[in-house]
């Protein structure tokens, strides 16, 4: 006479769940290999999220192994669950994949994992239930073997070349701006609107104060909606070139006109004028650092008062370096500037917003034509 009935489950982690769903969102396909029967093996991967219903039940390692290296291509293109497999039947998934074009990551705790972890682009080891074999032959081992992690990671990552991208973004058009107003000078004979001490001045107050601040950005929030970065992508593509060329011509535009405009007002005086468009090259440097805070997004949002607190900061160190720049004797005689009055300031600041509204002009065309 039957007495009871005991079962056993062992629940997945729901943010394992979220983190598949996270990855499925981001482009990133999530594929189970393992050695249990092929039942269990479905049945787990719907609820964790990752079978495809529009498979009928998993891939068995006798399919596999009458599968020719053709056909296996295919396979791995369509299905998301193998059960039942081997040590080299996981070897050939992985070779697969890669003949796909696709960039594979591959954990394992076992030494049967080990060959596969080996070949994957990155292997991932378990850190807690892992064997030694297996974590010398992985790249990276996960000391909390959760799933969740890795997507944290893929995440975090994501954050860093978004922030790289950003910071040669801004870089590169104010280097250019100082080329671009020194050329106008030369090429049309005009009076040099800033020494060479100055410019030095720009790139030393700028280079431990705004060039930082981009390293401490957030993520963005459609970081883990966009698809994966081809491989060989390089850190500049073609799409931001026009980007580069404006914040360049406007940041160099505003301080030959800010120039102009101080040696009329100042009577022709060249210290005063030259502050004048210093302050202008520093504040539009400034401008173009909000700008460049998100790479698509608007920048006016909240997320930009309140996201990254660093920027604040190193704009208020650096406006204090540029008021003794300005209004400190020593540095007067150093660099050849001279205390100016409220508008070598207020020119200059108008200059630095007509820079930021322009340029974030520029991205919502980019935006909707990319939309289009």
Known sequence: MLLGLCGIVDPPRPEAIRAIATCHEAGIKVTMITGDHAGTATAISREMGIFDESTEAAITGAELESATDEELRAIVDRTETFARTSPEHKLRLVRALQANGEVIAMTGDGVNDAPALKRADVGVAMGIKGTEATKEAADIVLADDNFATIEYAVEEGRRINDNLHKSVLFLLPTNGAQSLVVLVAVVFGLTMPLE?????????????????????????????????????????????????????????????????????????????????????????????????????????????????????????????????????????????????????????????????????????????????
């Open 196 to 372: 060479s001490v100055q410019i030095l001045w720009v790139n030393m107050v700028t280079s431990i104060t705004l060039s930082l601040a981009l390293a401490y950005e957030p993520a963005e929030p459609d970081i883990m909606r966009r698809p994966p970065r081809p491989p060989g992508t390089p850190l500049v593509s073609a799409r931001y070139l026009p980007r580069l060329a404006i914040a360049s011509v406007l940041i160099a535009a505003a301080t030959l006109l800010t120039f102009a405009i101080g040696r009329v007002m100042t009577g022709g005086d060249l210290e005063t004028a030259r502050t004048w468009a210093v302050n202008t090259l520093v504040l539009g440097q400034v401008a173009y650092l909000f700008n460049s805070r998100f790479l698509r997004e608007s920048s006016l949002r909240r997320e930009a008062i309140g996201g990254n607190p660093v920027v604040w900061a190193v704009v208020g160190i650096l406006l204090v370096l540029q008021a003794a720049f300005v209004y400190v004797p020593v540095l007067n005689s150093w660099f050849g500037s001279a205390a100016v009055g409220v508008f070598g300031w207020l020119i200059p600041f108008a200059f630095a917003v007509v820079i930021f509204v322009v340029m974030e002009a520029a991205k919502a065309a980019v935006r909707r034509a990319e939309t289009s």
